[in-house]
């Protein structure tokens, strides 16, 4: 395939991109030409957080009325319990999958709760992965209680590892006790240097300006030099510390070099629900991140499930959400926020060979947008490559 006159995100230069055998290379075979006319062709997006094996469950029994994540949790439970099985939520999962890739990703990490003592759902995701091509796929095994909160759960996140799971998942937050949530991130490192695999957590996930586990997670990080790398997903109680503790606690995860991944669309939706007026917003401190160069990217959580019963799998409508909650729309910050999407999240995903360079994945989005605002604005995607193959568009 080559695609032509492309304009290149973030350079604005205008190039020629040849892809054979699936990587950007100097010579193509030349089957399928496209015509880019000068419009912007982006290296295709990354979901880094998502539960595919909740989406699409909403129904009339699962109904979160007070739009809890804790009521959220206990539908889930039920859902797990009567209805979840192998080939139902295989059909869920492969709706999704559509739904991401016709949005331009093409790498997707995904929670897999794991405090299902059969682990189906684990089981069922390790087997989509070895089977599917569309895209790359990560799972990272998430104990939805915690570590402690039942006798089982620590052996399940164990066998999670031995069954294939890339990432170890925690959520301190949710243990019944803060002893509990700091001794669950020394077990994820523990278990991520036992299994060489990297650490993605649900962090501080709640507005409670008291949960400050996001330091030791930093922390712990620097202190046993860990080389795998670790994301923080939601840090939503950062909305909620004082400045002065915000700009400490900054720093130590700009210098921990841990990821945060926000999820703005159902941080939007969950968070506040213990307000009155005037509500928090609820979502992490995105722009005072970037300004100290943490590595933030954007994510969408969940689709059609107890948590957020929207959801259109497009992940510039989670970016759109982050950009009107949050102080970003300068016209730098504008243009640069489509990196959280882009080259921030692929970084977190591991991707190394991304972007326009020789030997890079033939991913990419061809829009009908001549600056990067317009494909905010429009949500501008005209066709989708996936290793040459063009799975959007024709
Ligand atoms: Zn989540």
């Not at 790498?107 to 003592?117: C, E, G, H, K, L």
């Not at 069922?124 to 759960?153: R, S």
């Not at 949050?326 to 243009?335: A, K, S």
Request: aromatic letters at 8%; one cysteine or more; hydrophobic letters at 35%.
């Amino acid at each position: 395939m080559i695609i032509k006159n492309c304009v290149t995100y973030p350079n604005n230069k205008i190039i020629d991109i040849k892809i054979k055998d699936g990587f950007v290379s100097g010579d193509s075979d030349d089957d399928i030409t496209i015509d880019a006319e000068r419009n912007i062709v982006m290296p295709s997006f990354s979901e880094l957080h998502i539960h595919l094996d909740s989406v699409f469950i909403l129904d009339r029994d699962i109904e979160n009325k007070s739009g809890t994540l804790e009521e959220g949790i206990s539908l889930w439970d039920k859902y797990k319990k009567e209805k979840l099985n192998p080939s139902e939520m295989r059909n869920r999962v492969m709706k999704a999958i559509n739904l991401l890739e016709n949005n331009g990703i093409t790498r997707i990490r995904t929670n897999i709760d794991v405090s299902d003592p059969s682990l189906t759902a684990l089981r069922e995701m390790v087997k989509i992965k070895k089977e599917i091509k569309k895209v790359d796929l990560q799972i990272t095994a998430f104990p939805q209680h915690g570590l402690f909160t039942y006798p089982e759960n620590l052996e399940l996140l164990e066998k999670s590892m031995e069954l294939g799971a890339d990432n170890v998942g925690l959520a301190p937050h949710l243990e019944d006790t803060y002893e509990e949530g700091i001794k669950s991130i020394k077990i994820a490192y523990d278990l991520a240097e036992k299994y060489n695999k990297n650490i993605d957590g649900h962090i501080d996930e709640t507005d409670d300006p008291a949960s400050r586990f996001i330091e030791m997670l930093a922390k712990e990080k620097i202190t046993r030099n860990f080389n795998g790398s670790v994301s923080a997903g939601h840090l939503t109680a950062l909305h909620s510390y004082n400045n002065q503790y915000a700009s400490k606690v900054i720093k130590l995860i700009a210098r921990s070099g841990i990821n945060v991944i926000s999820n703005p669309l159902i941080n939007m939706h969950l968070q506040g629900r213990y307000n009155s007026y005037p509500r928090i917003r609820g979502i992490t401190r995105i722009r005072e991140m970037l300004d100290q160069g943490v590595n933030v990217v954007i994510g969408q959580d969940c689709i059609m499930d107890p948590w957020y019963p929207l959801g259109s799998g497009d992940p510039l409508d989670a970016l759109f959400m982050a950009l009107h909650v949050e102080p970003l729309m300068t016209p730098n910050l504008l243009e640069y926020s489509l990196n959280m999407l882009t080259y921030n999240a692929a970084k977190v995903f591991g991707t190394n060979n991304y972007g326009y360079e020789l030997g890079s994945q033939g991913d990419f989005i061809i829009t009908d947008a001549k600056n990067p605002v317009e494909i905010i604005q429009y949500r501008n995607r005209r066709k989708v490559v996936r290793g040459g193959i063009l799975i959007k568009g024709d």
